[in-house]
C-alpha cells in the first residue's frame, strides 16, 4: 500500500479523456493508491482546496482553464508535487512547465511501468526530510531543513527540482556527478524512462538563478564529458 504516516496517499488525475482518466486511475489504485480523477481545472482546484493531495497528474490540453493555467495556481497557492503531461513532443511545454514548478512531465504515449516510476520518484523526494543543517558558501547559503537558499541575504526562488538538484551537488563540493547519476540521485528516475536532457535543462535554470554570470558559471562547473560539480567551500562555523 503507498502510504505517508500511515495513511493512503492521494493522487488527483487531471485529463478530459473519460477513457485515458480510467486507465490512469486503474494502474495507480492497483498500486496502492487512493486517487480521485476529474476532467477539468476547476474541478481540479475545488478537489485540492478540500483534500490536500499528495500529488497531481495534470494533462496540459485542458478545456477551459489551461494546464498552465491551473499549474501557475498549484504552485503559487497550493505547492502540490505535480506531475505535467502533455501529448506534444516539441519543449515548449515542457519547459514552460517546470519554469512554473512541476515536479516532473511526461509526454504520451507513455506505458504503465514508466508512469509508476515517476509517481514514486515524485513522491520519494517530496517525503524525504531534510537534515537541520545549514551549508554556508559566503555570499550563498542553503537551509536544508527550510529550502532556504539565500545570495548576499537576498532570497532565491526555486523550483522543488532545482532546490533538491542544488543541495545534492552542494552537499558534496568538487565532487564529479555524471548526468546519468543526477538523474539517479536527483530525480529517482534513469535513462530508461527519462533523457538526461532534463538534467541539463534544469542546471540552466539553476544557473540563471544562482549565478553572477550564467554564461560564465562559477558555482556550478561543467566539465565535458563527465558531468558537473559545484565549486564552493564550506564556512564552518565555531
Request: proline share 4%; net charge negative; charged share 25%.
Amino acid at each position: 500500500m503507498a502510504t505517508t504516516a500511515g495513511r493512503t496517499q492521494h493522487v488527483i488525475v487531471v485529463d478530459d479523456d473519460h477513457e485515458v482518466r480510467g486507465i490512469l486511475r486503474d494502474i495507480l489504485e492497483q498500486d496502492g493508491y487512493q486517487v480521485t480523477a476529474v476532467g477539468d481545472g476547476e474541478a481540479l482546484l475545488a478537489m485540492v482546496h478540500r483534500h490536500h493531495p499528495d500529488l497531481v497528474i495534470l494533462d496540459m490540453m485542458l478545456p477551459g482553464m489551461q494546464g498552465l493555467e491551473v499549474l501557475r495556481h498549484l504552485q503559487d497557492h497550493d505547492r502540490i508535487p505535480t506531475i505535467v503531461v502533455t501529448g506534444k513532443t516539441g519543449e515548449s511545454d515542457r519547459v514552460v512547465g517546470l519554469e512554473l514548478g512541476a515536479d516532473d512531465y511526461m509526454v504520451k504515449p507513455f506505458s504503465h511501468p514508466e508512469l509508476l516510476a515517476r509517481v514514486h520518484a515524485v513522491l520519494r523526494r517530496a517525503q524525504v526530510p531534510q537534515a537541520a543543517e545549514v551549508l554556508d558558501f559566503g555570499d550563498l547559503t542553503i537551509d536544508l531543513r527550510t529550502r532556504d537558499v539565500m545570495i548576499e541575504g537576498e532570497s532565491v526562488d526555486l523550483t522543488a527540482l532545482e532546490f533538491d538538484l542544488l543541495a545534492f551537488l552542494a552537499s558534496s563540493p568538487r565532487q564529479v556527478f555524471s548526468r546519468e547519476t543526477l538523474l539517479d540521485r536527483v530525480w529517482g528516475s534513469s535513462a530508461e524512462w527519462q533523457t538526461t536532457a532534463t538534467v541539463s535543462e534544469h542546471i540552466h535554470r539553476l544557473r540563471r538563478k544562482i549565478e553572477p554570470d550564467p554564461a560564465r558559471p562559477t558555482r556550478i562547473e561543467t566539465l565535458r564529458g563527465a558531468g558537473y560539480r559545484f565549486t564552493g567551500t564550506t564556512i564552518q562555523k565555531q
